[in-house]
């Protein structure tokens, strides 16, 4: 019992020298309100610890001190993403958005506003979004970092989703100071039809904090893809909370290559009868320093909705992955169609992988299954490619590739798809043997 | 019922042993009590009652002294509430925890000696303690085959071991099987040895309070190179109102020795919830293998969910040396509340660890039960069969740990969970823990939640069988893994066990 208090005052003291150098922002009373509410959730709640169940895995203590760890500049070597894809860029630096080098935030079937200008006006839709599905998303697990984003965000987009969006929204991510500390909080709220698709991509942070808060109405769709940093050494605690209406699609896929710290959470509720919603992962780490950790919450609360969670985690050199994967399937929810599986490929001895893929189901007509594997690269495999005459090295990433096929098919835009083929193609030939 | 009971015995088995298990039937059948004189210490728990325990016990100054320290950490820690359990708060100053029948304050020096009342309570619960019948109070069975099976049981009666059978043919053969309180007094070196390093007094809750308070239970020491030439068993009953059962077994399997043990466990119907907190603690030494099979029959609790067991149990077995083996199968149907995984500390080279287990909970009954596999040795093997089956308002939960330890190089881990949901207003959940820490092990983890299948039960409706028969066919075909693991006599009960859990969940 002594330990348990020793550990909630710890807690306690990390969260008041967090909260003392931080300012709430300015704003109107709409957001204020969602601001401070948000602010007593996080000293309700404390920031989290290593000792946090839902923190086994993944030490939080860098995403908690009050600063963030430096993570130096770098040039970035690899050739423009998706080049050809026609989009609408919209820019952050260091967290504040950049209008020059942002396209004109106008398009068919959405308005986009920033999130500071925003909070100074009186009346807003985005009151009813704004910290909304974030507090529904604490319901069965405590997230303090989103609420923390929730409470010191200045920044990020309010985008109203009113049609079929013909090019893709881009959020690009960059930064100037090499301890830059950002939070980003962005609201889509998709009306009834309509459909958007978003890419958030670009090295982040130093320490990167962002929430993304969704609201698919009834019949629309959401797609999502996001590419996260290489080769520096920034770290990212996201949140994706998102709420589905009848027959409405929820689609993510996230690339994370590198950074030194990755925590990427989604927290997905079906509330519509024949939702569907997929999100799906594929990570490639290097060294020691890295470790990516995936940490899902689906939740069925109607009838005949499928989920599907596919996530693919390739390791060398002493890397880390995580997965934390659930399907929460409430009373309601029959003919629930859940699935999930999470794999690692472990390229060498001293890289881990560490898995908790749970079921909690309350409706008997469901067919839910999990599976979870974790292995070397097969050597038949391995020895088949080379009988044929490939070299060992290009046979190793032609396999790694067929790893990670199962995820990446989860994109659906063979554009969006082969940009990310391209990436992963350049970090192989980096981390190569 | 016949169609339903032919379908799954095995060859060989002849018809009275079948309609004798079919006599099982009825819903709790093992809740009536004993009516006979005891003698309790003082309700509630101090540093007096340990102390007195241990008195009772006639224990070492060592022993008192262990209970000590563990009483004293115990007063320092926090009930854990990971578990998805939910249950009023435990009082643990209104629990009596020791129990004893007056006739036993002079221990009987052979079980002829022993009260015939409570001989009479084994006989009714189909224990023999005549050392020439066979478990599971299958009569006539012994005619079934020339040489019958035989089992030795370690009879505990709330709070003391009435007697030990077949103690003579055991030590012939060098195995030493007697209560722990014998052992305690007869072979402490080994129990001071041993005792407590599987699971250490401190190691979490219900096993601190075990180690301060526990009253018997059974110990077992197979020799080097030693087949067990029976099955050993421990019955344990709970008879006395509002007293909680604390026991302790420790097995010590020396190099190359064998043994297969049984336990089962029953309890009278009861208004109030009572306690029961054992430890488990099995030790292996190089190719040493130990089978321990669990048929956990504790009193569930009404189908308004009053009453019952809580049962809290530690079990862990340590593969001290190499090429070991353990198998851990349980059927648990019993007890209001379950809290219990066995566990595997694979530590020596290419030793194996197995865990099947059928939980099943019905009414307002709560299961969160599994395993831990450890592995730390190179070339370690486990397995994990587990099938939890949920009806009426009842939770069942699967949590378990796999972890491939840096060193467990070229080691394999299998586990299957599987859920059965009978009903909607039920719930059934799956949390298992993976880490993996190095490249050459090979971890499959696979889990499934369904219902029983409609066509199946068409099927089996559509052959003349009622709506309840075909439920309890389809759910022992879905437990079949986990049955063809258990000792025969134990497969025959867990069987009937099965049907009988789900009687009434239908509909």
């Known amino acids: ?433 | 019922m016949d169609t339903l009971h032919q379908v799954d015995v095995k060859e060989g088995v002849d018809q009275d042993t079948v309609d004798a298990v079919q006599a099982l039937s009825g819903t709790y059948k093992h809740g009536w009590n004993t009516d006979i004189e005891m003698e309790y210490a003082p309700l509630g728990l101090s540093e007096d009652i340990v102390r007195l325990i241990s008195k009772k016990n006639e224990e070492p100054q060592w022993m008192l002294d262990w209970r000590l320290e563990a009483y004293a950490r115990w007063l320092t820690m926090k009930e854990p509430d990971w578990a998805m359990v939910d249950y009023p708060k435990i009082d643990f100053q209104d629990q009596y925890y020791y129990a004893r029948p007056k006739s036993m304050e002079v221990k009987p020096k052979s079980l002829d000696e022993v009260d015939p009342k409570l001989l009479e309570t084994y006989a009714k619960l189909g224990i023999p303690l005549k050392e020439q019948a066979i478990l599971a109070g299958v009569e006539g069975a012994e005619e079934m085959s020339d040489a019958p099976r035989k089992v030795a049981v370690d009879a505990v009666f709330d709070s003391v071991s009435l007697g030990t059978t077949f103690k003579d043919e055991l030590s012939k053969a060098g195995v030493i099987f007697c209560s722990i309180s014998e052992a305690i007094k007869n072979h402490p070196e080994l129990v001071r040895k041993y005792l407590g390093t599987v699971i250490p007094a401190a190691d979490n809750y219900y096993a601190c309070l075990n180690a301060a308070v526990f009253s018997d239970g059974s110990f077992v020491y197979i020799p080097k190179g030693t087949k067990c030439p029976m099955e050993l068993s421990t019955y344990f009953r709970i008879n006395a109102e509002n007293t909680g059962q604390f026991e302790r077994t420790l097995i010590i399997a020396d190099e190359g020795s064998f043994v297969s043990y049984l336990e089962g466990c029953t309890a009278p119907k009861r208004d109030i919830a009572q306690l029961h907190a054992a430890c488990v603690e099995l030790i292996l030494m190089d190719d040493a293998e130990i089978k321990y099979s669990t048929v956990q029959n504790w009193f569930p609790g009404d189908e308004n969910g009053v009453g019952g067991i809580y049962n809290f149990v530690t079990k862990r077995a340590d593969c001290r040396g190499d090429r070991t083996k353990v198998m851990w199968t349980q059927v648990e149907t019993g007890s209001a509340v379950t809290w219990k995984y066995p566990s595997c500390i694979l530590r020596g080279d290419d030793s194996q660890g197995e865990f099947y287990s059928i939980a099943i909970a019905n009414n307002m009954q709560q299961a969160d039960t599994g395993t831990k596999m450890i592995h730390l040795g190179k070339r370690t093997k486990s397995r994990i069969v587990s099938k939890g089956i949920s009806a009426g308002k009842a939770q069942n939960t699967y949590r378990g740990l796999v972890s491939m330890h840096p060193k467990a190089k070229e080691s394999r881990n299998y586990t299957q969970c599987d859920s059965l949901l009978i009903g909607d207003k039920c719930g059934a959940h799956t949390v298992p823990y993976i880490e993996v820490k190095n490249n050459s092990s090979r971890v499959e983890h696979e889990a499934t939640t369904s219902k029983v299948d409609d066509d199946q039960l068409f099927y089996c409706r559509s052959r003349g069988m009622d709506e309840e028969e075909a439920v309890a066919l389809v759910v022992n075909g879905f437990c079949k893994e986990v049955l063809q693991a258990l000792p025969m006599e134990f497969a025959m009960e867990a069987q009937a066990l099965v049907a009988i859990s789900l009687e009434g969940s239908v509909g």
């Not at chain 1, 986009?112 to 979004?129: F, N, P, Q």
């Not at chain 1, 925590?263 to 990570?283: K, M, P, S, Y």
Request: proline share 3%; glycine share 6%.
């Open chain 1, 1 to 433: 019992m002594a330990l348990a208090r020793k550990i909630i005052q710890v807690k306690q003291d990390a969260t008041d020298a967090r909260l003392s150098l931080l300012d709430l922002p300015d704003g109107a009373t709409w957001i204020t309100e969602a601001r401070n509410a948000a602010m007593s959730r996080v000293k309700k709640m404390s920031l989290p610890h290593g000792r946090d169940e839902y923190w086994k895995f993944t030490k939080p203590d860098t995403f908690v001190q009050p600063e963030a760890l430096k993570a130096p500049l770098f040039d970035n070597d690899e050739g423009p993403l998706w080049a050809d894809v026609d989009r609408l860029k919209v820019v952050f630096v260091d967290g504040i958005f950049d209008a020059e080098a942002s396209d004109d935030l106008s398009s068919e079937g959405l308005v986009i506003e920033r999130l500071a200008v925003a909070a100074l006006k009186d009346i807003h839709w985005a009151k009813d979004l704004y910290g909304v599905l974030e507090i529904r998303g604490q319901d069965a697990v405590q997230r303090p970092l989103a609420a923390l984003n929730t409470a010191f965000a200045t920044d990020g987009i309010l985008v109203h989703v009113t049609g079929k969006v013909s090019k893709p929204l881009n959020l690009i991510y960059l930064y100037n100071s090499e301890t830059s500390d950002v939070n980003l909080h962005h609201c889509i709220k998709i009306d009834a039809g309509a459909e958007v698709t978003i890419l958030e991509t670009g090295p982040g942070a130093a320490r990167l904090n962002t929430v993304m808060e969704v609201d698919i109405a009834d019949n629309s769709a959401f797609h999502h893809i996001r590419v996260q940093g290489r080769d520096h050494e920034r770290r990212a605690v996201t949140g994706i909370f998102t709420r589905l209406g009848h027959e409405s699609t929820f689609k993510s896929f996230t690339l994370t290559m590198n950074g030194v710290l990755t925590r990427n959470e989604c927290v997905i509720e079906l509330t519509g009868d024949n939702a569907i919603a997929h999100v799906a992962g594929a990570c490639v780490g290097d060294g020691k320093d890295f470790h990516q950790d995936d940490t899902v919450f689906i939740t069925h609360d109607s009838f005949n909705c499928e989920s599907r969670q596919v996530f693919k985690k390739v390791l060398r050199n002493g890397a880390t992955g995580v997965f934390q994967g659930k399907i929460l399937v409430k009373k309601d929810a029959q003919k629930t169609d859940g699935y999930q599986i999470s794999q690692a490929l472990l390229l060498d001895d001293n890289s881990q992988f560490l898995a908790k893929p749970e079921l909690e189901i309350y409706a008997d007509d469901v067919a839910c299954s999990h599976g979870s594997t974790t292995g070397a690269i097969d050597e038949n495999s391995l020895f088949y490619l080379q009988s044929r005459g490939v070299p060992k090295a290009e046979a190793t990433d032609l396999l790694v590739l067929a790893f990670l096929a199962e995820a990446l098919q989860e994109i659906e835009d063979t554009m969006l798809a082969e940009g990310i083929l391209e990436r992963l193609n350049g970090w192989l030939a980096r981390h190569g043997h």
